[in-house]
């Protein structure tokens, strides 16, 4: 695999060896199930009087692994830990916890198949997508790394103020808060938990992460990464829990300096609005939903347009932040780029994830299951179901949460689902009489994390300059709003899609991690 290069963008054609080493790993992933974790607080393993079991989406009947409840106690004892591990670890030079953290990169390389196929089995995610996630997250990590070291650890000599009779000397240096906590959720456990906290410690931070109660495995092994790296004890704490009593009591801790979110919109404004009920106002990184559209041309190449949508809307069971949800066609292409993406989601396979030809796993839960059931049966009334439209229950499908990759059409444009994050596979399309017309209905929604375009050359600069979006991309066959890779699309959102305006993988957001002092000498 020495010349293959792993991202979301090349992962259509991999080399047969990536298949024979994750089939390996699924098998031995599959000899633990039932194995019981504990959490990581201050470098010990901590169990809980409660349990709870995590199951496989698609197949309910299997338990994949035992956790910890964690109560208000654990997440005080987390932030405790943190907060005492933080002076010696802050005043380590970033040199070196940049070894320390290139060290855990390096793990994770190790461990890539091991850990993308606990993503298949937790989270429903087709092999490709999990081997996705995982090598992710040591992309973003080192590029943590790198930024820190590009910028030499953010120490900027300023200049000389002039001052007569003496010699002054001027420093700018950007130093870490204290401790962050990392709240993740389901769909991309390992990068979105990864990814932050790397950032976060390579800053000189401490850590509490909290997966989403669906995936607490991932990033149990995950955190196993940074604890086997070397790093101190209490500087990366991993506690499970439910986001309503554990998550809670994080976010409630006065002690916690800042923290990064990601996860849906609602529960984001709650975490951001009593987060802010603290003394003061801390670094608050929300990384919330999406509505995403995708724009046709009267001049796209209906092919690469087809299947760029249908890749992105169906990637992961649309189950992505960055999910195209909604497609606006213009009127001479409609009925071509329409039936040509009916046609290709009719031929998208639905099934075991694990399975090396499916597409489309299970969505993650009881509570996605219903909720698209009750979107599917809306929209067979307001509008016309193209494909799709029903939850799958014969033979294999009998215990799992598997959907059909559903199309809507004729949806009047006043429905509260063209606006609503539905976070399943169900893309609506629309036509539209002029390319004006399709911006202002993309634009015209409280999200802003995604959008694609298929045209002219000239069109796609004007469809850069008028989306309102923080990632976007022009004729994109590989995926119309989704397959960001860190150093290449750099990943963030506007509006009610993200707080800090600045995307993570970029040139400005290790900085979210730090805040300045200046450091002003006179001899
Ligand atoms: P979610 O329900 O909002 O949960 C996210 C995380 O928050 C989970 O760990 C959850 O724990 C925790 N949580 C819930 N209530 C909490 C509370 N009161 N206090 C503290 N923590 C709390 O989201 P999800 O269903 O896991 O993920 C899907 C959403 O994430 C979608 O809206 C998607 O668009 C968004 N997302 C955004 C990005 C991005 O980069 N912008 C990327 C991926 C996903 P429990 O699981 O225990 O409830």
Redesign the pocket.
Known sequence: MSNFELTYATMFDPPEELHTRYDEALANARSLSGTEYGMIINGKESFAKHKFKSHNPANTEEILAVFQTGTAKDANDAIAAAKAAFPSWSRLSWQERVILLRKAAEIMDERLFEIAATISLEVGKNRMEALGDIAETPALIRWACDEMEENQGFVVQMGKDPLVGYNATNYSVLRPYGVWLV??????PAA?TGGPVGAALVAGNTVVM?????TPWTVRLLAECFVDAGLPQGVVNYVT????V???A??DNPDVDGLT????????M??FRSFAQGKYIRPTIL????KNPAIVSRNADVERAALGIVRSAFGLQG???SACSRVFIEEPLYDQVVDRVVELTSELKVGNPTDRSVYLGPVVNSWSYRDFLKFTDELKEVGTILTGGEVLTEGSFINGYFCAPTIAADVPLENHLWKD?M?LPITMVHKVESLGEAMALANDVDYG?TSGFYGSEEESQWFFENTQAGVNYANRPQGATTGAWPGYQP???WKG??SSGKN?GGHYYLQLYMHEKIQSLVE
Not at 241 to 244: A, K, L, T, V
């Open positions: 709240i993740s959720p389901f769909n991309f979105l909290k997966p989403a109660t669906d829990g439910s986001g309503s554990l998550g809670k994080l976010v979110f990601t996860g849906s919109y609602d529960v984001g709650g975490i990384e919330l939903g999406g189950q992505k932040c994050e976070f994390l990943f963030g959102g899609s993200g993570a």
